[in-house]
């Protein structure tokens, strides 16, 4: 049916009618053949396009979101918000291809039009389609797959398609236009093993980008370590992942090397690691190092994030200058804030513990014994000769 509206229905007899009451200076000839009454009649029958074009995207659109079920998309009413200017421009098109057989052109001219609505209708379906990814993937964010994928694979899939459609949009243009697509195609193909050659690491960052996304050692948001590095993942782009350190400096390691490395994600912990090492003074007997230790394991039971699992409090060994108590258990947090504040509570009783039993922190020490001139001489003279 548009290829129908497009080549011109015949217009009504109402048509000749108003072409005999037109002034005598409308229907004369101006530039491209065209009599000014069509030359004005041109962005008229555009404004009249657009202005009915306006409720009927309106409607579509509200067509579409029964369709879609408002329960599925939640708030995504916003992301249909974003297929309204496709649609706008679509309904234009439509509609003005509809009226342009009242115009009369000339087959010149009419020709030269169509094209441009063929061009502008391309336009606007891969406008839509663009968009349409946008919606997809707030869809597909929504799903239990899409949740696990929704910071990593979704968002790349989406660029990667957008770039897609765009090159897709270009060929359809360039064919619409009269362009040799084929030879086209053809000279880039030979040109792109040529690029391809010389873009090896680019390639390479590629698909690195979507081995992370698909093997997901990390999301955006989480907490990594790489190496000697530790920061927040905040974007994984196609050619490489941006890192915000502690220190608010932001890294960028390529995908491709980044793939090859190991990556300790700290984000999918389920609990925190304490650990210490008490060391105590020699001169504590016994009965106060019993007492030590069964204070530290009643100061961790009495933390209520404390994993009853794994709680070690153990007398380890003799230092050179202390008695050593291993400490280990681990809590139920994953917040890093809230377990920096149980640590800090847990030491704090772990001194009260030391000071009640009536011992003492131990530090490196060293004993040196002096010796006076007597003695050394007696030494260096064992034999008695002056």
Do not use: C
Request: glycine content about 8%; hydrophobic content about 50%; aromatic content about 8%.
């Amino acid at each position: 049916m548009a290829q129908f509206f497009l080549q011109g229905a015949p217009a009504p007899n109402a048509h000749d009618w108003l072409l005999e009451h037109l002034p005598t200076s409308l229907r004369g000839l101006g530039p491209q053949e065209l009599s000014w009454w069509q030359w004005l009649g041109l962005p008229a029958l555009a404004a009249l396009a657009l202005a009915f074009a306006i409720p009927l995207s309106h409607l579509t659109r509200a067509v579409l979101a029964r369709l879609l079920k408002r329960e599925t998309l939640r708030n995504g009413e916003a992301r249909l918000q974003r297929v309204s200017g496709p649609l706008l421009l679509g309904w234009a098109a439509l509609l003005f291809a509809i009226g342009l057989s009242w115009l009369r052109l000339p087959p010149e001219a009419s020709a030269a039009v169509q094209v441009g609505l063929r061009a502008t209708g391309l336009i606007a379906f891969y406008w839509a389609l663009t968009r349409g990814i946008d919606v997809a993937q707030h869809m597909l964010g929504l799903s239990s797959w899409g949740r696990a994928h929704s910071r990593s694979l979704l968002p790349l899939a989406s660029k990667v398609g957008k770039v897609f459609v765009v090159m897709l949009a270009v060929v359809a243009l360039l064919s619409e236009l009269g362009y040799a697509v084929t030879s086209l195609i053809a000279g880039l193909g030979i040109g792109g093993v040529a690029v391809a050659l010389g873009a090896q690491k680019t390639l390479e960052n590629l698909f690195g980008a979507f081995s992370i996304a698909a093997d997901q050692p990390f999301l955006q948001g989480d907490v990594v370590r790489v190496g000697d590095l530790v920061g927040t993942v905040e974007v994984v782009g196609l050619r490489s992942t941006r890192i915000r350190t502690q220190d608010r400096t932001l890294v960028t390691i390529p995908n491709g090397k980044l793939a090859d490395l190991q990556i300790e994600s700290l984000a999918v912990r389920d609990r925190l690691f304490f650990g210490t090492a008490i060391r105590l003074v020699y001169g504590t007997r016994a009965e106060q190092l019993r007492s030590v230790l069964a204070g530290l394991e009643a100061a961790l039971r009495e933390q209520p994030k404390l994993w009853s699992d794994g709680v070690t409090v153990r007398f380890v060994g003799l230092g050179e200058s202390s008695l050593n108590i291993d400490v280990q258990a681990w809590f139920a947090t994953t917040d890093w804030s809230e377990f920096l504040a149980i640590r800090q509570e847990l030491l704090l009783s772990f001194l009260r513990v030391v000071e009640a039993a009536g011992s003492a922190l131990a530090f490196p020490t060293q004993t040196v014994q002096l010796r006076s001139s007597h003695q050394a001489r007696t030494h260096q003279h064992p034999s008695g000769d002056p």
